[in-house]
């Protein structure tokens, strides 16, 4: 089954709208590869304004599971739309971590993202702990399990899974191609018993510690079918180069 490439770049909390606006301009997506970006929900109008009309498309980094009311500080899917996004960063380890995400949460938003026609790209991953503890499976098995209950595969038809060691993201450390396509084939394994026939479809990214001079290598993998990049993701010639080893 041939895949789609995706290469997804997270900016987290960087980048100012000049600079986002410049850097989305600067990217060159090879013919056949998808190509995303991130930026903070402030900025995410003007880079899609920025983006409009090339290969670039932009997402939000996480969105409320309420369209809207009374949700003081939040944003949602509605919102994001509006603003230009094509789709949505769901469950990011940084949000479990820090702001209290949790899989029940996570399928609660990524309802509001589908019924907005967004594109959700679904994050699991194990802590290093975990790992050490014989978890890795348990952990994602339980991840995409609680994060897609209730839904038919017909409605995760646009269903995008990336999977980030947690002991890998911002620290240098990526996974080893062999660990990135052992949990990448696990990963789609759970997929199989999910949504059935359509797991052969979903892209499922890597993510943690993803540069230029490591892409090619985790992109050759079967099961890994994109990246979901942080760091290198923020300079042009960084994520130029990924892309490029994409192609
Ligand atoms: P780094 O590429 O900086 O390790 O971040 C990965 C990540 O968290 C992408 O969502």
Not at 137 to 149: D, R
Not at 222 to 228: E, R, S, T, Y
Request: aromatic share 6%; glycine share 12%.
């Amino acid at each position: 089954m041939a895949r789609t490439k995706f290469i997804a770049g997270n900016w987290k909390l960087n980048l100012t709208i000049a600079e986002g606006t410049a850097l989305v301009k600067s990217l060159v997506v090879p013919a056949g590869v998808e190509a995303a970006v991130f930026p903070n929900a402030l900025a995410v109008h003007a880079v899609a304004q920025a983006a409009a009309g090339s290969k670039v498309g932009v997402g939000g980094q996480n969105a409320h599971f309420e369209e809207k009311g009374a949700f003081t500080g939040e944003i949602s899917t509605s919102f994001l739309k509006d603003a230009g996004a094509k789709y949505v960063i769901l469950g990011h380890s940084e949000r479990r971590q820090y702001f209290g995400d949790t899989d029940a949460l996570i399928n609660k938003r990524l309802k509001a993202v589908l019924a907005q026609g967004l594109t959700p790209i679904l994050c699991i991953g194990e802590t290093l702990a975990e790992r050490d503890g014989g978890k890795l499976e348990t952990v994602l098995k339980t991840q995409i399990e609680g994060a897609l209950a209730g839904f038919t595969a017909e409605q995760l038809a646009t269903l995008v899974v990336a999977y980030e060691p947690v002991w890998a993201i911002g620290t240098g450390r990526t996974a080893s191609t062999a660990q990135a396509q052992e949990a990448h084939a696990f990963v789609r394994s759970v997929l199989r018993n999910v949504v059935g026939a359509l797991a052969e479809k979903v892209r499922i990214q890597y993510g943690g510690s993803v540069k230029a001079d490591n892409a090619k290598e985790l992109l050759g993998q079967p099961d890994v079918d994109g990246a979901l990049v942080g760091g290198a993701s923020l300079k042009a010639a960084d994520f130029n180069a990924i892309l490029a080893a994409a192609g």
